[in-house]
């Protein structure tokens, strides 16, 4: 049963940072490409970056390019955002999914709120 539960979020002032943690089960994580998303209020669930089972490739939204950093541990089945410079577009429900340009499972986990205020 793939699972996905992710970790991290908060509230933060504009500028600040977060680092944001997804542990994945049910598939071949160390294999897999794999990806964040984000949906605010009123809005539909968006690519944030991806990330290749290489760990060499990137997909990023144009929104984060540059203040925004993805990076995974496949001994952990982790993903990680790391999260610079926030703003308060950023405020958003943060999810994580299998996939490099869209997501491969139906199933989402709970997701982290992260919101961005002062």
């Known amino acids: 049963q793939v699972q996905f539960v992710e970790s991290g979020g908060g509230l933060v002032q504009p500028g600040g940072s977060l680092r944001l943690s997804c542990v994945a089960s049910?598939?071949?994580?160390?294999?897999?490409?794999v990806s964040w998303y984000r949906q605010s209020s009123n809005n539909e669930r968006e690519l944030v970056a991806g990330?290749?089972?290489?760990?060499?490739?990137?997909n990023w939204a144009d929104s984060v390019k540059g203040r925004f950093t993805v990076s995974r541990d496949d001994e952990r089945n982790t993903l990680y955002l790391e999260m610079n410079n926030l703003k308060p577009e950023d405020t958003a429900v943060y999810y994580c999914?299998?996939?490099?340009?869209?997501?491969?499972?139906?199933?989402w986990g709970p997701g982290t709120q992260v919101t961005v205020s002062t």
């Open positions: 990330l290749s089972g290489d760990g060499y490739g990137r």
């Open positions: 999914n299998a996939g490099y340009y869209s997501p491969r499972f139906d199933t």
């Open positions: 049910g598939f071949s994580f160390a294999m897999s490409d």
